[in-house]
């Protein structure tokens, strides 16, 4: 196992990423004959040995030198031979699809992880929102409070997205420019600690009414993805319960314009399907129990939802909602653009 995702579940996230945008970790795992080895890059050899107590969590460890080329792969081969499978690219069988389809089932162990990590993004993200004062911080500045707060934590931000106003209103990603939001403003993160994510994303704005409409569809959105979401049904279900409540809201082209998202754990998103992707070996596979995900309907002119939840026996349970940032409005569906503090308190 070679990627970031598959090492940090197969080591109880022993490895922190030295470069946190690279898809391959410094440390490799081998699991050979009832035993697992980790190859590590020699730049990381001494601290990992000293920062844990390798022998009692049942590894060895071998240096790959970082100075030459296809050191981990070399030692693999060294260990175990060509025959064998992997996620590494031309080594072995193909693994990826089977490593992450063993990891999606979150044990209580994961779930304790992650559902700390949703109160510490969830307070970064609706702390900075409530903080926020119309013509008075950048985007940049609220960017940094979220992070700020996530490294406290020993988290990070593997995407952050702070937009505002027209920018909001355009585009779907719109990425800090240093603008200043003067009437509204979505924070977006995906949060990262141990291995495991959880994402979610908050709106605000000086007037609650501009967006309303847009929001109540999403809102309407995201119930038939929760309803179709349940443990034995199939990723196909719930892609198609999207699709399903995108015509719902009379916008059924509407899921072209942005990633839907889906389930998350040791990756920001597992993988991530459309509405067409029949053919995806992901479709027909059932939902497993333990499993979390974050999907985030959105529509044109401003209007997004994300949430991160995990999937118990028939349930779901949100772990990035709180009581201080309610969203829905009406008794049965529908939600509210959040006002900013300064609005509440006039």
Not at 41 to 56: H, L, P, Q
Not at 191 to 204: D, E, F
Request: aromatic share 6%; proline share 4%; charged share 25%.
């Amino acid at each position: 196992m070679s990627s970031t995702g598959a090492v940090a579940w197969a080591t109880g996230a022993i490895s922190s990423p030295i470069d946190r945008v690279a898809p391959t970790d410094p440390l490799w795992v081998i699991y050979h004959e009832g035993e697992m080895t980790l190859v590590a890059s020699s730049v990381e050899v001494e601290r990992i040995a000293s920062d844990f107590d390798i022998e009692t969590l049942g590894f060895s460890l071998v240096a790959a030198p970082w100075y030459e080329s296809d050191a981990h792969v070399r030692r693999v081969i060294e260990l175990v031979g060509e025959d064998c499978a992997s996620d590494v690219a031309g080594l072995g069988l193909e693994a990826t699809f089977d490593l992450t389809r063993a990891r999606l089932g979150l044990c209580g162990a994961e779930i304790e992880v992650m559902t700390g990590l949703a109160r510490v993004a969830t307070d970064a993200v609706e702390g900075a929102v409530g903080r926020w004062r119309p013509g008075e911080m950048s985007d940049r500045e609220i960017a940094a409070s979220v992070a700020r707060h996530l490294e406290i934590y020993g988290a990070d931000a593997v995407c952050l997205i702070v937009g505002a106003d027209e920018r909001l209103r355009r585009f779907r990603h719109p990425i800090m420019c240093g603008d200043v939001p003067q009437e509204s403003l979505m924070v977006v993160v995906v949060a990262r600690s141990q291995g495991l994510h959880v994402a979610l994303t908050r709106l605000a704005s000086r007037d609650e009414d501009a967006s309303r409409e847009l929001m109540e569809k999403c809102e309407i959105v995201n119930e038939h993805v929760r309803d179709a979401t349940k443990v034995g049904s199939t990723w196909g279900d719930v892609y198609t319960a999207l699709a399903t409540g995108y015509g719902a809201v009379g916008q059924p082209e509407a899921w072209r314009e942005h990633f839907q998202g889906g389930p998350i754990g040791y990756g920001q998103r597992e993988f991530e399907l459309s509405p067409q992707s029949q053919s995806s070996p992901w479709w027909n596979e059932a939902i497993p129990a333990g499993c979390a995900t974050a999907f985030n309907p959105s529509l044109a002119g401003g209007a997004k939802i994300e949430d991160t939840f995990l999937v118990g026996g028939d349930s779901l349970t949100c772990v990035t909602q709180t009581k201080r940032w309610p969203r829905l409005a009406g008794k049965n569906s529908g939600t509210a653009v959040l006002r900013s503090r300064e609005k509440k308190e006039t």
